[in-house]
């Protein structure tokens, strides 16, 4: 499958290094032009630095060995880091820009320096765009053609998932803040500002919840992919070994799936060759799809 040749490491730290950045010149430009959508953009790439790092240790984590206590390994550590970081991503950026914003909507404080505040956000658009730019690289690599949507709906990477939706966060919000201060520029009314802020701290909100929901169903317990099950299931179904798949079990463990297979096997001359067939089916599917560490095969004559 193409999402085993994506690295979302490389995503990790072109975003880290961005917002690392981004977070520095933000917060200058705040303290300088008093601006609140300012602030909160600065607020949001803090936040963000911290996710990545977040995300950098859910991938450690998910390398440990298998061991008595965790049979499966640790894979799915990496669900429970990335969906830690959905919640930062709500309550710390989402949450307080719009706490920002209502505050600026009734204490309104005139802008200071608003050119230096767009050439900010213009440094920030651009360093953004690199990173969204090379998480889009591996997200291609990922989707291997699907539609974006249907790839957000369906990847079983989480860590590349959570780099999209902050990059697409990041530079929406970048815009809405533009936005906010060029009609505070040419209007003075200090509501778009404040107006603004909230905009960013509702957009999100709104990612950082449908980021959430595709962990959750990760943390859960997902199956591979559709496409990849289909896959599977073809594979097996050609196999001359087996006349029949009666059932077939998926589990998505980060980077490794387990899989269950109970199947009518074709007539054998003995319990030897038949445990050599099995042998053989799961080396074969192993050796085809390497994300398969774990397998189990029953064959039977009845699901």
């Not at 998505?252 to 009518?264: E, F, I, L, N, S």
Request: with cysteine; aromatic share 8%; proline share 4%.
């Amino acid at each position: 499958m193409s999402s085993a040749h994506a690295n979302p490491i490389k995503a990790i730290l072109l975003a880290l290094g961005a917002n690392f950045a981004i977070f520095v010149t933000k917060l200058a430009a705040a303290m300088v032009t008093g601006s609140g959508a300012m602030l909160a953009e600065a607020v949001h790439s803090l936040a963000d630095c911290g996710n990545q790092g977040l995300l950098l240790l859910g991938v450690r984590q998910a390398r440990r060995p298998p061991s008595d206590d965790y049979p499966l390994g640790w894979g799915r550590a990496m669900y429970f880091w990335s969906f830690l970081v959905a919640i930062l991503l709500f309550s710390v950026g989402g949450l307080f820009s719009i706490y920002e914003g209502v505050h600026k909507l009734g204490h309104p404080e005139p802008l200071k320096w608003p050119w230096l505040a767009l050439g900010v956000l213009f440094f920030g658009l651009v360093a953004e765009g690199i990173s969204m730019r090379g998480c889009l690289q591996e997200v291609d690599k990922a989707r291997d053609g699907q539609p974006l949507w249907t790839w957000f709906r369906q990847t079983r990477s989480s860590e590349l998932l959570v780099i999209f939706g902050e990059d697409l966060a990041a530079l929406l919000g970048l815009c809405l803040a533009t936005l906010a201060i060029g009609a505070t520029m040419l209007t003075g009314n200090l509501l778009f500002d404040a107006a603004g802020t909230v905009a960013i701290g509702v957009l999100l909100v709104v990612v950082a919840i449908l980021v959430a929901i595709e962990v959750k169903a990760l943390l859960i317990g997902q199956g591979v992919e559709p496409r990849r099950r289909d896959e599977l299931m073809t594979f097996l179904g050609n196999r001359p070994e087996v006349a029949e798949v009666l059932h077939l079990v998926t589990l998505q463990m980060g980077p490794d799936v387990m899989v269950a297979v109970k199947a009518r096997m074709r007539p054998c001359a003995s319990d030897q060759a038949l445990i050599a067939d099995i042998n053989s089916v799961e080396a074969a599917m192993k050796r085809q799809f390497a994300d398969v560490r774990w397998s189990f095969f029953e064959p039977d004559n009845a699901d």
